[in-house]
C-alpha cells in the first residue's frame, strides 16, 4: 500500500479552537487527524503560542512574527483561528506562499475587498481557501441548490445574556425579557453589523447560498433558549429543507459553538483521508 505523505499543518491563533484542533492533529481514533503534524504556530500572545507549542507531541515552534512562521518549513496548510483581523493580516501572505488556508473567522469574507484578495492570491498560487461549515450545518445542501434557491433565512435564538453586549441589542439592555421576543429581523448584510457574534455562520450559510443581501436573518432573545440555536431554513425549485442546530458552548470559550471546532477538524481529516467521503 503506497503511504500518503504527512500532512503538515501550520495554526494560527492558539486558544479554544486552535489548542483543541491542534491536539487532534496526529491522532488516530474517533475526533482525531490521522496522518498530520502540526508544524508551526502564531498567535499575537507569545504565552499563548508557548503553552500550546508545549503540550503537542509534535514540538512545534511558536511564533508572533508572520516572515518567521512562514518560513519556518514546509506547511501544507495553515488553520486560522484566531479572528478577523488575523485573516486581513494574514490572508494573503499564506497563500501567496501556496500554502492552502483553513478559514474559521468567515465573518472576514463578508468585506468584499478582503474577498476578492483573497481569491486572487488563491487564483495566483492554486492554493485553497477552504472554510468548514463551523457551527451550522446543511451547507452541502445549499451549495447543492445554489443554483436554485428562491430563499434563505436563519432565526438565531439565544439567551439574552448571549445577546448583551452587541450594537444591535443596546436598546433591550438591562430590560427584563420573560418571553422570546424578535430583536432583529432583516439581511445578513446588516445583521452582522449589528450582531457580530453571529457574523461566522450569517457569512458562511450567505457564502453557500445567496449572498447577504438576500439572505434574511432573524435574532430572537429567549430566556428559555436550550442553548445557541440556529434554524436555517431554504426554498426553492428543488422543494425545501430545514435544518435545527441547538449548540452547547465550547468548554472554554462560551462565545464559540463547540460544533465549530468539530467541524474544522472534520474537513481536516478529509485531506489526509483519501478514502470513502460521505456527503460531501
Ligand atoms: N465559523 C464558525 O462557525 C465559527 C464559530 C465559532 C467561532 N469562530 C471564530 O473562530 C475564531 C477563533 O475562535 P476561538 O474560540 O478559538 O477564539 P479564542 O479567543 O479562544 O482564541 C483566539 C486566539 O487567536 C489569537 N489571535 C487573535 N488575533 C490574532 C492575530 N491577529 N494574529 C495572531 N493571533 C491572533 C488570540 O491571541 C487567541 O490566542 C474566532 O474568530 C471566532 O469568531 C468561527
Same mark, same amino acid.
Not at 486560522?80 to 474559521?104: D, F, T, Y
Not at 484578495?117 to 446543511?138: E, K, M
Not at 430590560?175 to 432583516?186: H, L, Q, S
Given at each position: 500500500?503506497?503511504?500518503?505523505?504527512?500532512?503538515?499543518? +501550520?495554526?494560527?491563533?492558539?486558544? $479554544?479552537?486552535?489548542?483543541?484542533?491542534?491536539?487532534?492533529? +496526529?491522532?488516530?481514533?474517533?475526533?482525531?487527524?490521522?496522518?498530520?503534524?502540526?508544524?508551526?504556530?502564531?498567535? /499575537?500572545?507569545?504565552?499563548?503560542?508557548?503553552? *500550546?507549542?508545549?503540550?503537542?507531541?509534535?514540538?512545534?515552534? $511558536?511564533?508572533?512574527?508572520?516572515?518567521?512562521?512562514?518560513?519556518? +518549513?514546509?506547511?501544507?496548510?495553515?488553520?486560522?483561528?484566531?479572528?478577523? =483581523?488575523?485573516?486581513?493580516?494574514?490572508?494573503?501572505?499564506?497563500?501567496?506562499?501556496?500554502? !492552502?488556508?483553513?478559514?474559521? !473567522?468567515?465573518?472576514?469574507?463578508?468585506?468584499?475587498?478582503?474577498?476578492?484578495?483573497?481569491?486572487?492570491? $488563491?487564483?495566483?498560487?492554486?492554493?485553497?481557501?477552504?472554510?468548514?461549515?463551523?457551527?451550522?450545518?446543511? =451547507?452541502?445542501?445549499?451549495?447543492?441548490?445554489?443554483?436554485?434557491?428562491?430563499?434563505?433565512? /436563519?432565526?438565531?435564538?439565544?439567551?439574552?445574556?448571549?445577546? !448583551?453586549?452587541?450594537?444591535?441589542?443596546?436598546?433591550?439592555?438591562?430590560?427584563?425579557?420573560?418571553?422570546?421576543?424578535?430583536?432583529?429581523?432583516?439581511?445578513?448584510?446588516?445583521?452582522?453589523?449589528?450582531?457580530?457574534?453571529?457574523?461566522?455562520?450569517?457569512?458562511?450559510?450567505?457564502?453557500?447560498?445567496?449572498?447577504?443581501?438576500?439572505?434574511?436573518?432573524?435574532?430572537?432573545?429567549?430566556?428559555?433558549?436550550?442553548?445557541?440555536?440556529?434554524? /436555517?431554513?431554504?426554498?426553492?425549485?428543488?422543494?425545501?429543507?430545514?435544518?435545527? *442546530?441547538?449548540?452547547?458552548?465550547?468548554?472554554?470559550?462560551?462565545?464559540?459553538?463547540?460544533?465549530?471546532?468539530?467541524?474544522?477538524?472534520?474537513? *481536516?481529516?478529509?485531506?489526509?483521508?483519501?478514502?470513502?467521503?460521505?456527503?460531501?
Amino acid at each position: 500500500m503506497r503511504q500518503a505523505k504527512t500532512l503538515e499543518i +501550520g495554526v494560527i491563533g492558539c486558544g $479554544s479552537m486552535g489548542a483543541e484542533l491542534a491536539g487532534a492533529v +496526529g491522532r488516530d481514533g474517533p475526533g482525531g487527524i490521522p496522518g498530520a503534524r502540526v508544524t508551526a504556530l502564531l498567535d /499575537i500572545d507569545a504565552e499563548q503560542g508557548r503553552s *500550546l507549542a508545549s503540550s503537542l507531541a509534535s514540538h512545534p515552534t $511558536s511564533f508572533t512574527v508572520e516572515s518567521e512562521f512562514l518560513a519556518c +518549513g514546509q506547511m501544507d496548510i495553515v488553520a486560522e483561528c484566531a479572528s478577523q =483581523i488575523a485573516v486581513r493580516e494574514h490572508g494573503a501572505a499564506v497563500l501567496s506562499s501556496g500554502i !492552502s488556508l483553513l478559514l474559521m !473567522s468567515s465573518g472576514a469574507l463578508m468585506d468584499p475587498e478582503l474577498f476578492e484578495s483573497l481569491n486572487a492570491a $488563491s487564483a495566483a498560487t492554486g492554493a485553497q481557501i477552504i472554510v468548514p461549515s463551523g457551527a451550522v450545518g446543511g =451547507i452541502d445542501a445549499l451549495r447543492a441548490v445554489q443554483a436554485d434557491l428562491k430563499s434563505v433565512t /436563519i432565526v438565531s435564538t439565544k439567551r439574552p445574556a448571549a445577546l !448583551s453586549g452587541a450594537p444591535g441589542f443596546a436598546d433591550w439592555e438591562g430590560r427584563e425579557i420573560t418571553e422570546p421576543v424578535t430583536v432583529f429581523d432583516g439581511p445578513a448584510a446588516d445583521a452582522v453589523k449589528l450582531f457580530p457574534a453571529n457574523v461566522n455562520v450569517a457569512a458562511t450559510v450567505s457564502l453557500a447560498g445567496i449572498g447577504p443581501e438576500r439572505t434574511m436573518v432573524r435574532v430572537v432573545a429567549d430566556p428559555e433558549a436550550p442553548g445557541n440555536v440556529h434554524e /436555517i431554513r431554504a426554498t426553492g425549485g428543488f422543494g425545501e429543507f430545514n435544518f435545527r *442546530l441547538v449548540n452547547r458552548p465550547h468548554p472554554k470559550n462560551p462565545k464559540t459553538s463547540h460544533l465549530a471546532v468539530l467541524a474544522a477538524i472534520e474537513s *481536516l481529516r478529509a485531506l489526509v483521508n483519501p478514502g470513502m467521503r460521505v456527503g460531501t
